[in-house]
């Protein structure tokens, strides 16, 4: 008893919607620079949205508190909840190793100082910038990942 053969499925065969080599090219993400951006929070959800981009970037921000202190360090943590006063950040300040933990309702500004330290490290700049040095000549090309300073 034969019964069909995997590769004669329909899923198989040129142009069909599952063609591997259709596949193999996926869209990219685009990174938005928010680096200097200082949003305005006028409303709950411009808060949140800000907070949440803040949250993605890979530098320093500094948040304005509503009693007009000052914290600049990196966000590396949230909690979302159902109101300003239930959600906080977390953030590591620059001149102290303490975590601080801060509600959405305290935040009175919100600015994006820092550099984003992975800004331009994409693997796509990686590799044009190795193949431009062997190009080059310019001595050994390694396979050394670049200092983040």
Not at 13 to 34: K, M
Not at 46 to 70: C, N, P
Request: charged share 25%.
């Amino acid at each position: 008893m034969s019964g069909p053969r995997h590769a004669d499925r329909p899923s198989h065969t040129e142009g069909s919607p599952l063609d591997p080599d259709a596949l193999e090219v996926a869209p990219g993400t685009l990174h938005e620079s928010v680096q200097g951006w200082v949003p305005q929070l006028a409303s709950e959800e411009e808060l949140r949205i800000a907070l949440e981009k803040a949250f993605d970037y890979r530098g320093d921000v500094t948040l304005t508190l509503k009693d007009h202190s000052k914290i600049e360090g990196y966000i590396f943590d949230r909690i979302t909840g159902p109101s300003l006063s239930t959600s906080y950040v977390r953030v590591l300040p620059q001149d102290s190793s303490q975590k601080v933990k801060i509600a959405y309702a305290d935040i009175a500004a919100l600015a994006f100082t820092g550099r984003d330290t992975a800004a331009g490290k994409s693997w796509e700049a990686w590799v044009r910038k190795y193949w431009e040095n062997k190009a080059s000549g310019h001595g050994v090309v390694n396979l050394e990942p670049e200092s983040l300073e």
